[in-house]
């Protein structure tokens, strides 16, 4: 009998627009390295048939897919299974198949919690900053709220969104929350243990840096930013001018992955692989 498999598992991520999404070069490198024989592959989706494209991962008997822009909320309405704290975020974008049956979680955040216990950064308790109000930052404060943190400041240049997400931090997670209408350059108060960039301030081809009073920042303050692509931003170069424990985007995007590939293979994931494939493309 010939028992051989000429069948490749496949994992995608539904975006559009997806061609510049750079998982496919984080997700190659794991599976090579976990010695699987996996396909990643990005598939353009537009929002009409985001409904099909999910239902495609039961009908194809996928082992999951990622969602990116514009899916991650209309996503949720379309699948089985939705994590707390995927339910809190509002939004998802990791999808797995189990018995069948389709499983949304959210590893934005997670991503980052991973990254600061990587770093050995205890989150209990600790005073955070977070610039931005969108997506990303709503991940991660929801995800410090739930992992212990004690305040969480989000400041923000639109009043509507930032005051949404203190509202959301306050009725769903035990955390202290304040909005800080961010119309000013923004002074750090002495009491912040970590400041996070969560705005798409310095993505590449933007070199701008957010509006902060620099010399506000202190040495035993960790500085962190989502950007991946640079790795070093001028605001994560400003924050290591001033003697601050830096970490950036890829360490989320990383740990995000890592967390993905958990749930779709159940393997540990080659995290420092995956930092070094992604560093080179990025170089
Ligand atoms: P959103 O569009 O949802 O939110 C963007 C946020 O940035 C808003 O709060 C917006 O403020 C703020 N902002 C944008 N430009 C400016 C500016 N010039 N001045 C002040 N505030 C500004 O985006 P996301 O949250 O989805 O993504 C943000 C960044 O996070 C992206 O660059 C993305 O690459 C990165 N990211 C990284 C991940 C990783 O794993 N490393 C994962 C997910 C995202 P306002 O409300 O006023 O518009």
Redesign the pocket.
Known sequence: TNEKCYRKEFITVFGSPVDENPTVVIMDAAFEALGLDWIYNAFEVYPQDLETAVQSIKALHMKGANCT?PH?VAVMKYLDHISDAASIIGAV?TIYLKDGETYGENS?GK??TKALEEEQIPITDKNYVL?????????IAVELALAGAGKITVV???R???EDLVELLRAKTPVKADFVL?DHSYELPADTDVLIN??????YPDT?S??LVYDSLRPNMVVCD????PPQTPFLTEAQNRGCHTLN?????V??GAINIKLWTGLDAPRDIMKAALLKEFQ
């Open positions: 822009i991650k974008n934005d991503g980052f610039l931005g109000a969108g997506g990303a930052a709503k991940a923000n240049r639109s509507e969104r930032g961010w969560c705005t798409s301030i310095g993505l701008s957010p509006d989502v950007i991946p692509n985007g890829c360490a989320m995007l740990n995000q």
